[in-house]
């Protein structure tokens, strides 16, 4: 971790979450895979990043390489969202009308169902499980992608 008294030159050694680069040297995957393992968390929607970070001197090491990197580390997102969303796509399982593909169940009067379409497949899903739904489906996608699965969605923090 970067001693919160000491600050950041150019060429030090930028130790955050045990992986070492020289911060003029950095990638923005690179800067991508620190910022997950510091716990920062990312998203894309368009071409803007929104992220929410731990109050730590690693973290912030961290969004300043973000910075740098800004129109790179949006393409990568960018990238990622799109694979995800494919293979989602790709791997989509329909079910019977009205039945859950999450949690089984039927219908309920103040939780209605939410259809899904990929093709000409189609599943029901409660409002209240498609979260649960889309979260699972992701961290799917990533292990079958092989994109790191950010720190604050691991099981094993």
Known sequence: MIDSL??????????TGGVVGVVGAVSAADALKLARRAGIRLDIN???VSLEWPDTSAAQAVIDLLRRFKPE????LSAERR???MWINGNF?????GRC???????RQHDPFVSLFVGEDRADIHAS????????????AWVALGIEIPKERRTDK
């Open 73 to 76: 580390v949006t393409e990568l």
């Open 101 to 107: 593909v999450q949690c089984g169940g039927g219908g």
């Open 46 to 48: 368009g071409d803007q």
């Open 6 to 15: 000491r600050t950041q030159r150019e060429g030090d050694p930028l130790k």
């Open 93 to 97: 399982r329909p079910g019977p009308t």
């Open 83 to 85: 694979a995800i969303v």
């Open 129 to 140: 499980c498609h979260a649960k739904w889309i979260a699972e489906q992701e961290a799917e």
